[in-house]
């Protein structure tokens, strides 16, 4: 829950100061007891205060009201983006706004109440939202994740929470409300951790203003908001940034898998991976006698930190290891890839070390990261002199490279890890190569696309068609006509051709067996004959019925 506070108070929530990651901060030291979450706060996330982002979380989206003309604004609505779901980048969602009177907490969701009030159907009940639209709901009672997740099985597009308490900032709005409780900052919409279900785009919309909306919605009068996602579009080039740490659990597969992407698109895309760095001087992890009071979560005697991956900081990783293997990632990247932008080396060790290294028992052996080193390619002589000549880890003195990342991530105001930048717009959802792709090929300048864009964009396994030379063997993205690709097309009418084939031999064997038997009791019924007679060679008619009737009765 987002903390309040009285009007007379102004201090910044502390959920605003922690990174996704911050469970990590909770640490046992046996010397000195447990830390508790506001020590720890103290200590490692001084390095986020001080951000220049306009937002805590970097929102990037527009948010404005079409219907009715009295709400428009000409630079839309403040509101906060969801840090979950999967907005549509480079498009938008423009649909009717129906309030559903309710927190949505409860995952039985009514459809059939709230406002603007409906006909009745042919049940005699008030009809259903009808599809497609954007559902309005209250916030409070549970997480954003829950009420977002009951509102897409509902049918929901997108969603709007309404905020319940008023900014400090907004006299009118604290006026207005009679209340005597407010908040300092709006809150973020994080994952609870586990949102990676949610594919519908959620905001967060300012007490005053949803309070507005609202009141249109119970006049019962139609409302109609749009959602935009435009990313910003220089030129036929884009620039994206991935944030992490090396012992991050979520970017695993991204950086694993993303090296064809990366490659594919060549010089039209550039991309520049930061590690996230916490400022141990700030976080007083450096004494007034500078002493190293974060112990071996820090280097440079306290001046660098890491949160300790395993929460144990006597056996496992440590935060030293943490900020070691950054120092190295930049290095490489330094040496590997910052020439071109693309890196095609350094995603090669990225890959080697989660496949050899990433282990309490490995993540810091020596021998374990030459190894990755030979299987990628890359000079470790070279990256160790460049981890010395940048300033070293073991001396009380400053690092030239972390002292730069700390800076670019302060500027940038990243706050939740790992985080990916398009054209230095923030992405939202999960972190995939979908996603990342797809919000790339949004990134350019129209008509500018590269090729691998047009062909692989739209396919819904885009991995796999970027693998192919851009050849899609799936279905297209949101082809509402239905159509699949020609290789799942044949296989399929080949499938059922091959079906009905074999069902009809088999009603075919059926009926002509059926139907022997059948002339066989006729013709022992009604033509019994003598084994002489006027029969040629002592044919008789049985005898055409045993043979299965390969010979004519009447010649």
């Known amino acids: 829950k987002q903390p309040r506070q009285r009007i007379k108070q102004s201090s910044p929530p502390e959920s605003l100061l922690l990174p996704a990651d911050a469970s990590h901060l909770f640490v046992t030291m046996p010397r000195f007891g ?87 159907d042919d049940t005699g009940k008030m009809a259903s939202w009808p599809t497609p639209y954007i559902l309005m709901l209250d916030r409070g009672g549970c997480s954003f994740v829950q009420k977002v997740r009951n509102a897409q099985k509902s049918g929901a597009a997108g969603v709007l929470i309404a905020d319940n308490t008023c900014l400090c900032s907004d006299a009118d709005c604290v006026s207005a409300n009679g209340e005597d409780v407010c908040q300092t900052a709006e809150p973020i919409m994080a994952d609870d951790g586990s949102g990676s279900d949610i594919s519908i785009p959620s905001f967060l919309m300012f007490k005053k203003d949803a309070d507005s909306v609202k009141a249109e919605l119970r006049a019962n009068h139609p409302v109609q908001i749009e959602m935009t996602w435009a990313l910003p579009s220089p030129d036929d080039r884009v620039e994206y940034d991935l944030w992490t740490v090396p012992s991050d659990l979520v970017s695993r597969d991204f950086q694993k898998n993303f090296k064809e992407v990366a490659v594919a698109l060549g010089d039209r895309a550039y991309f520049t991976p930061h590690q996230y760095i916490y400022d141990g001087v700030k ?67 990225i890959a080697e070390f989660l496949h050899r290294c990433d282990t309490p028992d490995y993540f810091a052996n020596d021998d374990c990261i030459k190894d990755a080193f030979k299987h990628s390619k890359i000079d470790a002589g070279t990256i160790d002199r460049c981890m010395n000549d940048s300033g070293g880890l073991t001396a009380d003195a400053p690092n030239a490279f972390l002292d730069l990342e700390m800076a670019a991530q302060t500027r940038r105001g990243v706050v939740v890890l790992p985080t990916a930048f398009v ?35 739209k396919c819904s396994d885009e991995l796999s068609c970027i693998k192919n030379k851009g050849k899609c063997n799936s279905a297209i993205k949101g082809d509402s006509s239905g159509k699949v690709s020609t290789r799942t097309f044949t296989v399929s009418l080949l499938a059922v051709v091959a ?9 075919w064997k059926k009926t002509r067996d059926e139907m022997r038997d059948q002339v066989r009791g006729i ?8 084994d002489g007679g006027d029969n040629p060679a002592g044919s008789s008619p049985m005898d055409f019925a045993r043979r299965g009737g390969t010979a004519h009765l009447i010649s």
């Open 34 to 120: 447990a830390f508790s979450l506001h020590t720890v706060t103290a200590l490692l996330v001084g390095a986020i205060g001080g951000s220049e982002a306009g937002t805590p979380d970097n929102v990037s989206s527009r948010l404005q009201v079409h219907v009715p003309q009295s709400l428009f604004k000409s630079d839309g609505y403040e509101h906060r983006e969801a840090l979950f779901g999967v907005p549509p980048y480079g498009g938008s969602i423009a649909q009717n706004v129906y309030y559903a009177d309710s927190d949505l907490c409860d995952p039985t969701v009514d459809t059939r109440k709230g406002y603007p009030i409906r006909a009745k």
């Open 283 to 349: 976080s007083h992890c450096q004494g007034a006698d500078g002493e190293n009071m974060c112990f071996n979560l820090c280097t440079n005697n306290g001046r660098y930190c890491a949160t300790d991956p395993d929460n144990d900081l006597d056996h496992g990783i440590s935060g030293a290891d943490v900020v070691k293997e950054s120092l190295r990632r930049i290095c490489i990247w330094k040496h590997y890839g910052e020439s071109d932008g693309i890196g095609k080396e350094w995603w090669d060790y």
């Open 423 to 457: 054209n230095t717009v923030a992405l939202r959802g999960a972190l995939t190569v979908s996603t990342v792709f797809s919000a790339i090929c949004a990134g350019f300048l129209d008509g500018t696309e590269p090729q691998i864009c047009a062909q692989c964009a």
């Open 499 to 507: 079906a009905f084939g074999g069902i009809g031999y088999l009603h």
């Open 523 to 530: 013709l022992a019924e009604y033509m019994p004959l003598e």
